[in-house]
């Protein structure tokens, strides 16, 4: 069974950079075609996909976060990391990292999930 866990800092200032990173364990990010997702959900909102790498380590974005947004991965600890840029209020959220057999923009397809962690953005 894959396990996921998000980790990172519960409250950012505007304008700084939010970092997460998602711990995998029972399952290895480089395994083919497999995807691992950023997701959040604003408070009172839906899902929102943010991006995900892949097990080649290709990165995609979703097109209103891309210009803020990056994905990177440490296959030595098996975890994979969300760096959003210039955050504002309106990125305070609950943010997920799952997990999908194939890259799929649909919650539906993900597999696994973490626990979620809730980041405010508040001075």
């Known amino acids: 069974q894959v396990q996921l866990q998000e980790s990172g800092p519960g409250l950012v200032q505007p304008s700084q950079t939010l970092s997460l990173t998602c711990t995998v364990s029972?399952?290895?990010?480089?395994?083919?075609?497999?995807?691992w997702n950023w997701i959040r959900q604003p408070p009172g909102k839906g899902l929102e996909w943010m991006g995900a790498?892949?097990?080649?380590?290709?990165?995609y974005y979703s097109p209103s976060l891309k210009s803020r947004s990056s994905i990177s991965r440490d296959t030595s600890k098996n975890q994979f990391s969300l760096h959003l840029r210039s955050v504002n209020p309106e990125d305070t959220a609950v943010y997920y990292c799952?997990?999908?057999?194939?890259?799929?923009?649909?919650?539906?397809?993900?597999?696994?999930w973490g626990q979620g962690t809730q980041v405010t953005v508040s001075s």
């Open positions: 790498i892949v097990y080649d380590g290709s990165t």
């Open positions: 029972g399952g290895d990010i480089t395994t083919r075609f497999y995807a």
């Open positions: 799952a997990s999908s057999r194939f890259l799929s923009y649909a919650a539906v397809d993900y597999d696994n």
